[in-house]
C-alpha cells in the first residue's frame, strides 16, 4: 500500500466486488456478472466504471427500486430479434443469459438484434462488444442513461450520456473496439473530479445558468455537453429512439423520472447488434478481413493510435503488477461491508 493508492489483484478486486454486491442482498449470479465487469474495468484503468460503480450499485440497492434477485427471462421475438426482460435487475446478467442467442441468431440469419429491457444499467459497453468479437461477430450496443445532456445549441437536459460501442473482430489480434459516451465524457469521470476537488475542462458542462464551467459540482447541477456539437447531439438522439423508443423501453429523461430524485443507477433498455461477416461476405471473407487489417495499417502506420489500443497496455499491466485503487475510495467501498 503506498500513501494514496493500495495494490490489489485482479483475483482481489473480483472477489471484493462480489462480497460488497453479496452483503448488500444482490443474488450470487448477479454479483458475479457484475464483478466480472467491474474487474474489467478497473484492469483496464477505466476509473470511471471500474471499482468505484461499487458505491453506486449499493446505493442503488438500499434504494429499494432494483430487485437484487429477479432471473432474466427470453422471449424469441423473430428469427433475427431476441428480447430478454431484466424484471427490474442489473442488466450484466441479462446480457450473459441472451448473448449464445443473439450469437446463434446472427450465425444464421447474418444480422441479429437483442433488446434488454426493464434493467438498472451502470456499465462500460466494451466488455459486452468484445464477448461478440469473439464469437468472430462484428458488434454494437448502446443504451440511454438519466437525462443530463443539453442538446447542441440547447441549456437543458435532454439526453443521456448515451454511450455507444463497436467491435470488428481481428485475426491474431485483439479486437477493434471503440466505447464512448455521446457526451462530451462520461458523468462517471465528472465525478471522479467533484470527489477529488478537481476542475474539470470548460467544455464539458453547462453550470445551472447554462454558462460553460469548470466546476465538478456546478458541472452535475448543470447540464452536460455532447461531444462534437450538433454531431454528437444528432448520435445521442439515435440512441435514445434505437434502445428506447424501438424496444419499448424508457429514454433518458423517462429513467431520470423513473429515479425520482434517488440517484440511483439509471434504469430503462440497451440494443445490442451482431454480424456475422462469414454470412455476409462467403467466399470474400478472408480477403475482406486482410482489407480491414490495411485499414488499421494505415492508421497505426503514420503513429495515430487504435481506439481500445491504452486498454489493452493497461491490460497487460494489471495482469502482471495488479491495479491500483486510491485508498479514499478503497475504504469507502470497505465501508460497504460493515
Ligand atoms: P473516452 O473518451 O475515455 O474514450 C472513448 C473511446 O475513444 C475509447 O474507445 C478510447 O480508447 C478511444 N480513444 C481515446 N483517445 C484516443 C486516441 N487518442 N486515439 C484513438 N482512440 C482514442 O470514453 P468516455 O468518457 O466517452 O466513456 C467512458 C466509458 O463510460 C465507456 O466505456 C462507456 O461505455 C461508459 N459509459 C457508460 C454509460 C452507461 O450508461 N452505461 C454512460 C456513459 C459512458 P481507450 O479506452 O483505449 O483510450
Ligand atoms: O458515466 O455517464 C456515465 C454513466 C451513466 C450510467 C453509467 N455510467
Redesign the pocket.
Known amino acids: 500500500m503506498s500513501d494514496s493508492h493500495v495494490t490489489l489483484t485482479l483475483d482481489e478486486v473480483y472477489d471484493l466486488s462480489c462480497r460488497v454486491l453479496e452483503h448488500n442482498g444482490m443474488s450470487n449470479a448477479h454479483a458475479r456478472a457484475i464483478a466480472n465487469v467491474i474487474t474489467q474495468g478497473q484492469r483496464?484503468e477505466?476509473q470511471?466504471?471500474g471499482v468505484y460503480r461499487l458505491l453506486i450499485c449499493v446505493h442503488t440497492l438500499r434504494n429499494g427500486k432494483l430487485d437484487p434477485k429477479a432471473e432474466p427471462t427470453i422471449k424469441h421475438v423473430s428469427s433475427g430479434i431476441v428480447a430478454v426482460d431484466a424484471h427490474y435487475a442489473n442488466s450484466l446478467l441479462s446480457f450473459e443469459t441472451g448473448l449464445p442467442l443473439l450469437v446463434a441468431k446472427a450465425r444464421e440469419n447474418g444480422i441479429a438484434a437483442m433488446a434488454i429491457n426493464n434493467c438498472f444499467?451502470?456499465?462500460?459497453?466494451?466488455p459486452e462488444v468484445e464477448a461478440i468479437a469473439s464469437e468472430g461477430l462484428v458488434g454494437i450496443a448502446m443504451?440511454?442513461?438519466h437525462s443530463w445532456v443539453a442538446p447542441a445549441g440547447g441549456k437543458k437536459p435532454v439526453f443521456?450520456?448515451?454511450?455507444i460501442?463497436f467491435s470488428w473482430p481481428r485475426p491474431n489480434a485483439n479486437p477493434f473496439?471503440?466505447?464512448?459516451?455521446t457526451?462530451a465524457?462520461?458523468?462517471?469521470?465528472i465525478e471522479l473530479h467533484a470527489r477529488q476537488n478537481k476542475p474539470i475542462p470548460a467544455d464539458w458542462a453547462l453550470n445551472q445558468s447554462g454558462n460553460p464551467t469548470t466546476d465538478a459540482q456546478a458541472a452535475l447541477k448543470g447540464a452536460m455537453q455532447t461531444?462534437g456539437g450538433h454531431k454528437g447531439s444528432a448520435l445521442a438522439a439515435m440512441i435514445e429512439l434505437l434502445s428506447g423508443a424501438l424496444i419499448g423501453d424508457l429514454t433518458s429523461a423517462q429513467s431520470l423520472a423513473f429515479d425520482a430524485g434517488a440517484g440511483a443507477t439509471?434504469c430503462h433498455g440497451e440494443l445490442i447488434l451482431a454480424f456475422d461477416p462469414k454470412v455476409f461476405l462467403g467466399d470474400a471473407y478472408a480477403t475482406s478481413l486482410q482489407q480491414a487489417e490495411a485499414l488499421f495499417e494505415s492508421i497505426t502506420e503514420q503513429g495515430?493510435?487504435?481506439?481500445?489500443?491504452?486498454?489493452?497496455d493497461a491490460r497487460e499491466r494489471s495482469v502482471l503488477h495488479g491495479v491500483k485503487v486510491p485508498k479514499a475510495l478503497f475504504q469507502d467501498i470497505l465501508q460497504l461491508l460493515e
Open positions: 483496464d477505466c470511471s466504471h444499467h451502470f456499465s462500460a459497453l466494451w443504451t440511454p442513461s443521456g450520456t448515451n454511450p460501442a473496439v471503440f466505447d464512448f459516451a457526451s465524457i462520461a458523468r462517471g469521470d461531444f439509471p495515430a493510435r487504435l481506439p481500445s489500443q491504452r486498454r489493452y
